[in-house]
T-cell receptor, first 112, second 112 residues
Framework: GQNIDQPTEMTATEGAIVQINCTYQ??????LFWYQQHAGEAPTFLSY????GLEEKGRFSSFLSRSKGYSYLLLKELQMKDSASYLC?????????????FGRGTQLTVWP | DSGVTQTPKHLITATGQRVTLRCSPR?????VYWYQQSLDQGLQFLIQ???????AKGNILERFSAQQFPDLHSELNLSSLELGDSALYFC???????????FGPGTRLTVL
């Protein structure tokens, strides 16, 4: 089975840094994705990790430790528009290759 | 704009009815995925097609069916609709190589 956990809610202030954690237990692993989703809109791809380590992309970075089943998304220089839900998703292997298993999402609120 | 298109944007119908949701993948993408997102369930994988063939099945009800046509667009058919089928339905397509999934804007289905 697949189990993906992330905090339900987080708050932070504009200009700050926030780290959103994701832990996973899956029967197979072939990559971890982070998506951003504003209310009522489509999930938007943010990052992809398949090897251990940090991937940096502008204000957003994502980290993966496969041995610990752990990832985090780091958002720097927060802006009001970063208020959204952040979804962690794991891609399966073998017969489940391609399909993504999503966490319930972390609702981030950025205050001025 | 991800390049994935979905129609209609909104759909309001009654219990017991049947509806068809349509999706066109990004140019060049062969895989299409369907997801259901409701408030209490998060983003749930329904089914995947690759180049016209069913590739993987998730928690898709027997009342639901899908297909992918030779021009690669896909349709999701929902029949004998129930109140609990009210949700956002997303289609995604994936690029070869990383298999990163890009989501369409979704169809909001309301069953009254």
């Amino acid at each position: 089975g697949q189990n993906i956990d992330q905090p339900t809610e987080m708050t932070a202030t504009e200009g700050a840094i926030v780290q959103i954690n994701c832990t996973y237990q899956t029967s197979g692993f072939n990559g971890l994705f982070w998506y951003q989703q504003h209310a009522g809109e489509a999930p938007t791809f943010l990052s992809y990790n398949v090897l251990d380590g940090l991937e940096e992309k502008g204000r957003f970075s994502s980290f993966l430790s496969r041995s610990k089943g752990y990832s985090y998304l780091l958002l720097k220089e927060l802006q009001m528009k970063d208020s959204a839900s952040y979804l962690c998703a794991v891609r399966g292997r073998g017969s489940t290759l391609g399909r993504l298993y999503f966490g319930r999402g972390t609702q981030l609120t950025v205050w001025p | 704009d991800s390049g994935v298109t979905q129609t209609p944007k909104h759909l309001i119908t009654a219990t017991g009815q049947r509806v068809t949701l349509r999706c066109s993948p990004r140019s060049g993408d062969l895989s299409v995925y369907w997801y259901q997102q409701s408030l209490d369930q998060g983003l749930q994988f329904l089914i995947q097609y690759y180049n016209g063939e069913e590739r993987a099945k998730g928690n898709i009800l027997e009342r639901f069916s899908a297909q992918q046509f030779p021009d690669l667009h896909s349709e999701l058919n929902l029949s004998s609709l129930e109140l609990g089928d009210s949700a956002l339905y997303f289609c995604a397509s994936s690029e070869q190589g990383t298999d990163t999934q890009y989501f369409g804007p979704g169809t909001r289905l309301t069953v009254l």
